[in-house]
């Protein structure tokens, strides 16, 4: 906060004279103020569209190309139809899943896994799996799908 000093007519005193009086004007000087706000404002404008919470996924382009050859057999998650979910070929426990990932990470060079969802499961659960498997130490996710789908250009 900023204030000027005014200065006052000279009062009359008796005894001796002290000279001019100055009393403190308060005003508000909000330029400084207004500054921060706008830049502020312009800062959160630019850093909002970047804190969105989500987890990293790898999603198959148009045009697919073989994968690469790994050293290691590729770990795979599926959940059927019904909603159970099979770590490659054993069925797991939801509550499990996290403490299973996370040993089998320890033991991995390779943080890509393979999620197979049916395609009637709803998205909740194939989005609470893609948490669980990221928690477990699993950030390289692909989603596996089948070939000879809907053509999304029209045609």
Sequence with gaps: ???TVQQSKPRARRGRRRGRHRAMMSEINITPMVD?????????????????????VE?????????PSVEEEPLTISITAEGTIALMKTEIAPDELISKLRA?????TDDKIFLRADGRVPY????????????G????????????????DGQ
């Design 1 to 3: 906060m900023a204030g």
């Design 36 to 56: 921060v706000m706008l830049v502020l404002l312009i800062i959160f404008m630019v850093a909002a569209p970047l804190m969105t919470v989500g987890v990293p």
């Design 59 to 67: 999603l198959p382009k148009t045009a697919a190309t073989p994968l």
């Design 104 to 108: 089998i990470a320890a033991e991995r």
């Design 124 to 135: 909740e659960v194939v989005a609470q799996v893609m948490g669980a498997l990221n928690s």
């Design 137 to 152: 130490g699993f950030h390289n996710i692909g989603l596996v799908t089948d070939t000879g789908g809907p053509n999304m």
